[in-house]
């Protein structure tokens, strides 16, 4: 099966190809490099012994679409490509309105127009906000969005269910994810963020590597076993395993379907775990200080991921800890590089 994986450059993408290489799956790429590089290419060539079919392009373009889809036989796509920055979503809503809410009805639109039916989404823990009773599942409420980027995905799971409600024979999953971390055990990809890091643990990496003077930790006073945020953070070979399983579900799915999965290890520990962690497991020591807490931070959250291992066969391995060894050595590698 050719799988159309957008944003397949990106740090969710990129291991998700992996996975779907190695699970007997043809990933054709599209991506427009604007927020990845294309060294991320020659990773996945060097993991996988040759190259992946990439096509540069930008999906909120509905020409680009149907070139990609007229030239190959898709069976299924994975819809990655999307901005995700939280305090750029505030400054510029329309840009992730136009570009997540955009591209998705642009794919729908040319997947039934070229007779596709199968798509993953990605969707976000960040649809719960911050929720009343954790863990969460699926059928938590979902609360109004605390940032444009974060409605982005609200609206993007409304589409998909509204598109297969509607009656059209179409068979969409959206996973929400929760904290994705960690590279390849090979240290061939991982996350590259370009400019200053607002996720966590690319700051941390950074740090230690002496890229940045010192980690903040965004609040210690809230109600929490260490005063810290709570987090679900999973690896993302798990995560892009994940995809691999939702599309062999639906490949077995005839009839008109619609479902949202919490992608997560069922498990929350505290920002200062993870940097205890990740000192420990690396032998390194991080500069950090505690800082004033971040706007619009939901204080704890992890999932209940019962319904995907119920339902999908899939559920998360690798540890916090392999997480931690693999985000470093992946820095390691990267400076190794320049
Ligand atoms: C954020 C978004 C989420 C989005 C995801 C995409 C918010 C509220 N949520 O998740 O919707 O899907 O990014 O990447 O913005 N932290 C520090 N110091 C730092 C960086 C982070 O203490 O320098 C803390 C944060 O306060 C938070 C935790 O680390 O408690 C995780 O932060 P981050 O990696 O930014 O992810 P989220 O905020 O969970």
New binding site residues.
């Given amino acids: 099966m050719n799988i159309l994986v957008t944003g397949g450059a990106g740090f969710i993408g990129s291991h998700t190809v992996v996975e779907l290489e190695n699970a007997g799956f043809r990933p054709i790429i599209l991506d427009d490099f604007s927020n990845s590089e294309k060294s991320v290419l020659d990773g996945l060539k060097n993991i996988l012994g040759h190259d992946v079919e990439c096509i540069e392009g930008n999906c909120n373009d509905t020409e680009v679409l149907r070139s990609v889809f007229a030239s190959h036989k898709i069976d299924g796509v994975i819809h990655f490509a999307a901005a995700?920055a939280?305090g750029e979503s505030v400054e510029n809503p329309l840009k992730y309105y136009d570009l997540n809410v955009g591209s998705l009805i642009k794919l729908i639109r040319t997947m039934e127009e070229f007779g596709v039916k199968k798509m993953v989404f990605s969707s976000?823990?960040?649809v719960y906000g911050e929720p009343d009773e954790i863990p969460v599942t699926e059928s938590t409420p979902r609360k109004p969005a605390?940032?444009p980027?974060?409605n982005t995905?609200t609206i993007c799971e409304d589409i998909l269910r509204d598109t297969v409600l509607s009656g059209r024979n179409a068979q969409f999953v959206a996973l929400r994810?929760f904290?994705p971390i960690g590279a390849h055990e090979t240290a061939e990809i991982g996350e590259l963020p370009s400019g200053v890091?607002?996720?966590?643990?690319p700051?941390i990496t950074q740090t230690a590597a002496g890229l940045r003077n010192e980690?903040?930790?965004?609040?210690d006073d809230y109600d929490t076993i260490d005063g810290?945020?709570i987090?679900d953070f999973i690896h993302v070979v798990d995560l892009a395993k994940a995809h691999v399983l939702a599309l062999k579900f639906l490949e077995e799915k005839e009839e008109a379907y619609y479902d949202v999965f919490n992608i997560g290890t069922g498990k929350g520990n505290s920002?200062k775990e993870l940097v205890d962690t990740f000192e420990e497991v690396n032998g390194v020591k991080l500069n950090y200080k505690i800082g004033p807490r971040?706007p619009?931070?939901?204080i704890k959250i992890y999932g209940d991921v019962n319904k995907s291992q119920d339902i999908l066969g899939w559920k998360a391995e690798k540890t916090l800890a392999e997480a931690l060894k693999d985000a470093w050595r992946w820095q390691q590698k990267l400076a190794e590089r320049k």
């Fill in positions: 995700k939280v976000s823990c960040t605390n940032s980027y974060g995905k994810y904290n890091p607002s996720n966590l643990v700051y980690l903040t930790i965004f609040g810290t945020n987090r920002v971040r619009g931070d939901t």
